[in-house]
């Protein structure tokens, strides 16, 4: 899988909401560096390159994926996906809050 090229997230109308949503995606439920994880998971990036970009090993990122999915209740990366798009939809336009807290 290739990661989202950088021009992806412009600051563009709904460029700038989405990158405001994944910028704070999972940080009312998860850790500090899980949240970072799930936004380098939503960005495309693979367990391997997430690895190398933290200085983990990719077992650790498989770890925090399955802490990711556990304490978000999914069983697959897809469903993260599906999850953020949900969030990203009722989310306010300009909000910096957490987009989960918006779903019911």
Do not use: W, Y
Request: overall charge positive; glycine content about 6%; proline content about 5%.
């Amino acid at each position: 899988m290739t990661a989202l090229p950088p021009h992806a997230f412009t600051a563009h109308g709904m460029g700038l909401h989405v990158m405001a949503a994944m910028a704070h995606f999972g940080t009312s439920r998860l850790s500090e560096r899980e949240a970072e994880v799930a936004q380098l998971i939503l960005q495309g990036h693979s367990s391997k390159v997430i690895a190398r970009m933290l200085g983990n090993s990719p077992e650790t990122v498989k770890v925090f994926r399955k802490r990711i999915h556990t304490k978000l209740g999914l069983a697959t990366s897809a469903e993260l996906f599906s999850l953020f798009l949900a969030a990203l939809c009722a989310a306010p336009h300009g909000s910096t809050d957490d987009p989960l807290i918006h779903l019911n």
